[in-house]
């Protein structure tokens, strides 16, 4: 009996305390409220399509493509403006010779007798123009002439230099006797003039190379076959002479000296003949201040 009573009391402690675990796992799933993850289910259906978004910002530029193909040929455009006048061109070919032009006319019966006799007084008031022209050349201007030149005393008193760039002012040079019939002419002017000596265009130049200085015209020609030192001045002329004798005067003899470039004297300018034949070639020639 007394041990049926412990068997009843001991399953009665069982059912208790299983009683009072369940309990307790049930509190704390309550008070706990959490849930334990599930198996993983089937996948769902695919959902509508949304809006479209907002656009977004530019991205980056990307690399440079190949070139393209070339394009057609554009239309001709408007005519320019006319450009300056080129450079005149070289002289062509002369052409072929024509052809020869008709016969002219017969021309009527001269009556040349009166014409004659006014070509004859033409002549000589030509010749008397002539005259009158030599005459005031010779004894008004007080010119000398040559067939090539014209030689005029200017009574100036000039250095060297000065009376060289005069005779350039007047349209010629310092006269230079290159014969001798020219410098005998230019001696008798400066003779007739009353006058013992002019500046003339011979000058010395820088030494040669045998350490003497050699004389040039004004022309920069060098003396060749005429000059007209005396003796003493052709010795003196072989030998350099001093700074300030580098140029030459003709005396009233017809004899060249050493003048110092510095002294003033008068002096004879030539001008050539060939330079004022055809009109407007040359300058025209001065004559002023010659008394």
């Keep these: 009996m007394i041990s049926d009573d412990c068997d009843m009391m001991g399953l009665l402690e069982v059912f208790v305390l299983a009683a009072v675990f369940n309990c307790i796992s049930a509190s704390t799933e309550v008070c706990t409220n959490s849930l334990l993850p599930g198996a993983k289910g089937d996948q769902g259906e695919t959902g509508e399509e949304g809006d479209q978004g907002k656009l977004g910002k530019n991205g980056p530029p990307g690399l440079p493509g190949e070139p393209g193909e070339a394009g057609l040929k554009g239309e001709v455009g408007q005519m320019g403006k006319m450009g300056p006048a080129g450079d005149k061109g070289d002289k062509g070919d002369t052409g072929w010779e024509g052809p020869s032009g008709l016969k002219g006319k017969q021309g009527t019966t001269c009556d040349c007798g009166r014409y004659?006799?006014?070509?004859?007084?033409?002549?000589?008031?030509?010749?008397?123009l002539?005259?009158?022209?030599?005459?005031?050349?010779?004894?008004?201007?007080?010119?000398?002439?040559?067939?090539e030149q014209y030689y005029l005393l200017v009574k100036e008193s000039k250095k060297f230099r000065e009376a060289s760039m005069n005779c350039k002012l007047r349209g010629g040079s310092l006269a230079m006797p290159k014969t001798s019939n020219t410098n005998r002419l230019m001696a008798d002017y400066v003779s007739q003039a009353g006058l013992t000596g002019v500046y003339i265009g011979v000058q010395a130049q820088n030494m040669d190379t045998n350490g003497t200085d050699s004389y040039v015209y004004a022309d920069s020609s060098p003396l060749q076959g005429f000059?007209?030192?005396?003796?003493?001045?052709?010795?003196?002329?072989?030998?350099?002479?001093?700074?300030?004798?580098?140029c030459v005067g003709l005396l009233s003899t017809g004899t060249w000296a050493h003048v110092e470039c510095e002294a003033t004297m008068f002096f004879i300018c030539e001008f050539s003949k060939s330079s004022r034949r055809g009109g407007g070639g040359g300058r025209e020639m001065t004559t002023s201040a010659t008394s």
Excluded: Y
């Design 116 to 128: 004659r006799k006014v070509v004859g007084q033409l002549d000589v008031n030509v010749g008397k």
């Design 130 to 147: 002539r005259n009158a022209v030599k005459f005031v050349k010779n004894v008004l201007l007080g010119l000398r002439e040559t067939e």
């Design 227 to 246: 000059a007209a030192w005396s003796q003493e001045m052709e010795l003196n002329s072989r030998v350099s002479p001093s700074t300030n004798s580098s």
